[in-house]
């Protein structure tokens, strides 16, 4: 729900009665430490994507 998307990168937020909810909030912190960016798009008619941008790789040696 569109609810959700504000919240899935907070740590211990979950729908999932077995979840831990610290999953996306870990990813969030790796994409931020990279200077990307990390977003939650809607996946009808159930889901979500999450679309990574703005990822800049290393050159090969």
């Known amino acids: 729900?569109?609810?959700h998307r504000t919240e899935v990168f907070r740590?211990?937020?979950?729908?999932?009665?077995?979840?831990t909810g610290l999953g996306l909030a870990v990813v969030h912190q790796i994409v931020l430490a990279h200077g990307w960016?990390?977003?939650c798009l809607p996946n009808l008619p159930r889901?979500?994507?999450?679309?990574v941008s703005r990822v800049q790789l290393a050159a090969k040696a």
């Open 37 to 39: 960016e990390v977003e």
């Open 1 to 3: 729900p569109a609810e």
């Open 47 to 51: 889901g979500a994507i999450f679309r």
């Open 11 to 19: 740590p211990y937020f979950t729908t999932n009665q077995k979840g």
